[in-house]
């Protein structure tokens, strides 16, 4: 009868340290608006802004649809400020910008672009 309770006491050891050995998890936290905005258009897709200053530049995306600004008007804005500046980096920038830097925005941003055509080239 003894046989048995050494392989019990050796079997609730070691499930006791495989959870005391686990290391703990690694927290992720995201990161502010402003350095996820900034890298993915600056260090990843390389776009060229007046005075060098991307997030102001993003934060007035954001002013120009808080103010009723439409859709249109803002991409042909970005087009003519930002670098690159064809019809898919725009798009990219505007959304992006809204999406990341006030996203309270996206539905009246979303709104303006309803029926939107691209100029011919």
Known sequence: ???GKP??????ASSVLGVIAQPPPLARAAPAPE?????????RRHYDFPNND???Y??????????????PQVM????????PNDEFAANYLV???????????????????????????
């Open 7 to 12: 392989l019990l006491a050796i079997a609730v």
């Open 1 to 3: 009868m003894m046989r």
């Open 35 to 43: 350095v996820e905005y900034t890298y993915d258009v600056v260090v």
């Open 76 to 83: 042909g804005d970005a087009k003519a400020d930002v670098v």
């Open 58 to 71: 993003g934060y007035g995306i954001c002013d120009k649809v808080r103010n009723g600004e439409g859709y």
């Open 54 to 56: 991307a997030i102001g």
């Open 95 to 121: 959304s992006y910008a809204v999406g990341i830097l006030c996203p309270a925005q996206i539905w009246q941003l979303r709104n303006s672009a309803a029926n939107y055509q691209p100029p011919p080239e």
